[in-house]
């Protein structure tokens, strides 16, 4: 078998039709984990418990069932019954839950193979994967599949990495502002931010409520719609008719672009036409300003009441305060020090401002207007879908100075409106930078409940941009 262009959809067929067995697949997954540990992508990986799950299904599995004897990885901040579950911080390190979280539960339901836990930005509160706390390589920092100098992006860094070396095929993040989005992104693979609330959140360790939702990452957009069938339900989506669907463009979004990722994005613009999707530009004026008024106040705020409730949920006896004085990275220890225990928020000039009356304004009145903004936007234009740059630039240079507020914004710079809406977004890899050689995404973001039509769009398209090629 051709590893390095492996899908779930191709193992799902070849394992069902005797070609192959788990135990091989499992084993040949297990060594590439192995082989690549100086990427940082895991923080468990259990070869015991993944040869045996093989070996079980080799014997008496179901050969029907949707992902059958198929190896995957899951964020390690998902929890996996018999399995650490960190969320990529030293206070979590020894939490090994009792049973799996319902997502998780669903893809073993159907037949997975789970051989580890990913590594990821600590507590899900960054961008670049530059943690402190858990490595396997010589250096700290989940590593871009593409360049082992350079970041993998976060917060679900690992499973995107994992999937980039062509270790698995398929596997789940979280995203509360991209995190699916932006490690699928620089390691050219392909993801789905769904629907918020169409996945259930128990049994993960979160940021925030309104925010948070698991994610699948995989090889092409049509094993992310195999994933997300297996946990929403639903029947097999087809891919949808290019001719029919109508994409907007907004302007604001292609700003700090670096000149690859400007020119992939015109490019496959053009690929897009090319096939008869219509495409327009429209204005989204007073995006920047409402994001900006939901973004930070809800996820900061948030932090501190469901992290409290999911540290009682895990029955360690941990609190909030001895699980921030243990937090490794920098960049999140300021965080939780400086803003999320005691709940406040930026304000001018380095101040900082009680938290409680900015996140009520959020809630009650900018989140809405952002909701109502994407919903007039997308019925006004009768758009399917905006499109946009996933990240303004390529994967930058993995060290401390990756986890910085300035690289931090830039790049959710098109990913964080989105989620704030809780609106669903794909994101599909288009091609590798024509001087740096790194992948580039496209996002396409579509009504709050159009993750099926969404999906059905990008298995189109993954017809016309291909698959990337692996890692030299």
Not at 113 to 121: A, E, F, N, P, R
Not at 391 to 396: D, E, F, K, N, S
């Amino acid at each position: 078998m051709d590893f390095d262009q492996l899908t779930l959809t191709q193992a799902v067929a070849d394992l069902g039709a005797g070609k192959v067995t788990s135990t091989a697949l499992t084993t040949e997954a297990i060594a590439r984990a192995k082989a690549n540990a100086d990427l940082n992508a895991f923080v468990t990986l259990d070869e015991a418990g993944a040869l045996k799950a093989a070996a079980a299904f080799d014997g008496t599995g179901d050969k029907a069932k949707p992902l059958g004897g198929v190896p995957i990885v899951i964020k390690d901040n998902i929890e996996v019954a018999g399995l650490p579950c960190s969320a990529g911080t030293p206070a979590l390190k020894d939490y090994v839950p009792k049973s799996d979280a319902p997502v998780a539960a669903k893809l073993r339901a159907a037949g997975a193979v789970i051989i580890g836990k990913t590594s990821m930005h600590e507590l899900a509160f960054g961008i670049s994967g530059y943690n402190t706390a858990f490595k396997t390589g010589a250096e700290f920092g989940v590593r871009n599949a593409y360049d082992r100098a350079l970041i993998a992006g976060g917060s679900s860094s690992g499973t995107g990495a994992a999937i980039g070396a062509r270790i698995v095929a398929g596997g789940l993040g979280t995203d509360t502002g991209g995190s699916v989005r932006v490690p699928a992104a620089l390691n050219g693979c392909a993801s789905l931010r769904p629907t918020i609330g169409r996945y259930p959140q128990d049994g993960i360790a979160p940021i925030s409520h309104t925010r948070d939702t698991a994610g699948p990452m995989a090889a092409t957009m049509a094993d992310v719609a195999l994933l997300d069938r297996i946990i929403a339900g639903g029947e097999a989506i087809a891919p949808a008719d290019l001719k029919q669907v109508r994409i907007g463009i907004v302007k604001m979004m292609l700003t700090n672009l670096d000149a690859d990722t400007e020119a992939a994005f015109h490019a496959a613009v053009a690929q897009m036409k090319a096939q008869g999707i219509t495409v327009v530009e429209i204005e989204m004026a007073e995006l920047p300003e409402i994001n900006g008024q939901v973004g930070f106040p809800v996820a900061l705020y948030e932090a501190y009441d469901d992290m409290v409730a999911y540290l009682a949920h895990t029955g360690t006896g941990l609190n909030i305060d001895a699980l921030a004085k243990e937090i490794a990275s920098p960049d999140v220890k300021g965080i939780f020090d400086g803003l999320v225990i005691p709940r406040k928020l930026p304000g001018p000039d380095n101040s900082v401002l009680d938290a409680a009356p900015i996140y009520d304004a959020a809630i009650k009145t900018a989140r809405p207007a952002l909701q109502a903004l994407y919903s007039n936007t997308f019925a006004g234009n009768k758009l399917d879908a905006i499109a946009f740059p996933t990240t303004p630039r390529v994967a930058i240079p993995s060290n401390p100075d990756s986890s910085s507020l300035e690289n931090f914004g830039l790049f959710i710079q098109n990913t964080d409106p989105g989620s704030n809406a809780g609106i669903p977004g794909i994101q599909i890899p288009i091609a590798l930078g024509a001087a740096s050689r790194l992948p580039i995404g496209v996002e396409l973001d579509g009504p709050a409940g159009s993750d099926r039509r969404l999906l059905a769009i990008g298995m189109a398209l993954d017809a016309v941009f291909g698959r990337l090629p692996p890692p030299r």
